[in-house]
């Protein structure tokens, strides 16, 4: 039994003072914000995107940040990312797995090669993000947190978003994760998603911008409204720091009860 004289500070687990996280995805929407929360947590971030002058920025706002571009679409790209991040940082503690891409369109209108392109940004990007890091971090023998950023479609579809390569890759992800997490535990190396219901970003504005369908959308959704940014704020604080130490493989939904 735990000593009642022990304190209790639920709060200190959250801290990554000196740890280096990676974000990619970053230049706008969910990844420039949990970059900023990774910050706020006291990790040395690294964002990364294609658009380089906005990662750019986006360090230059942070109290530790660093800006390295990168085209997750590009073979190779992930991996030397974190090459890249250990080469100036001298290590790697946290992955988030942000960057992504859609395509909105019924399934027979959707070309192989464009679905090809959305499973590879998904799905396959991120299995090559996660393989580098997690050989640096079985290397440095601190073990480390990988966040995957899934979706709530991986857990269930809507009518209102035909995105039938979209759904795949994320679904993929997740059970990615549930693998991956397996494999590696033994390393310390924990592997979780993220799966956020409707969010305001660049991928969702064509829902969330519009009136009807956004209204269409809340309705079916028991809290009734779409989430609010800092609402994944305490979901990655917590998948990417010591506060969930004893979790992994697992999957947390954020979306107002949208997958019920």
């Not at 971030?45 to 002058?53: H, I, P, Y």
């Not at 966040?147 to 035909?162: E, F, H, Q, W």
Request: charged share 20%; hydrophobic share 45%.
């Amino acid at each position: 039994m735990d000593d009642p004289t022990d304190a209790v500070d639920p709060l200190a687990p959250f801290r990554l003072d000196g740890t280096i996280a990676v974000v990619t995805g970053a230049s706008s929407g969910i990844g420039s914000r949990l970059a900023r929360v990774l910050d706020r947590l006291g990790a040395t971030v690294v964002v990364s995107a294609r658009r380089t002058d906005r990662i750019a920025a986006l360090a230059g706002s942070l109290e530790r940040g660093d800006a390295i571009p990168c085209d997750v679409s590009e073979q190779g790209a992930s991996a030397a990312l974190v090459d890249a991040t250990v080469e100036r940082h001298g290590r790697v503690d946290v992955v988030v797995a942000n960057a992504g891409i859609t395509e909105t369109v019924p399934a027979l209108r959707e070309g192989v090669d464009r679905f090809a392109e959305v499973v590879h940004v998904d799905l396959v990007a991120p299995f090559e993000l996660a393989q580098a890091a997690a050989r640096h971090m079985r290397e440095a023998g601190r073990g480390g947190s990988i966040v995957n950023v899934a979706s709530a479609a991986a857990i269930r579809s809507t009518p209102l978003l035909p995105q039938a390569s979209y759904t795949a890759a994320k679904t993929g992800l997740v059970g990615l994760t549930r693998e991956l997490a397996l494999q590696w535990a033994r390393y310390g190396v924990r592997v979780n998603a993220l799966c956020p219901g409707m969010f305001p970003s660049e991928m969702t504005a064509e829902v969330v911008d519009s009136d009807e369908l956004r209204a269409t959308f809340e309705a079916a959704v028991p809290l009734r409204r779409i989430g609010l940014p800092h609402e994944l704020d305490a979901a990655v604080a917590y998948l990417a720091s010591p506060a969930s130490s004893y979790m992994t493989g697992q999957a947390l939904v954020v979306d107002g009860g949208g997958t019920l």
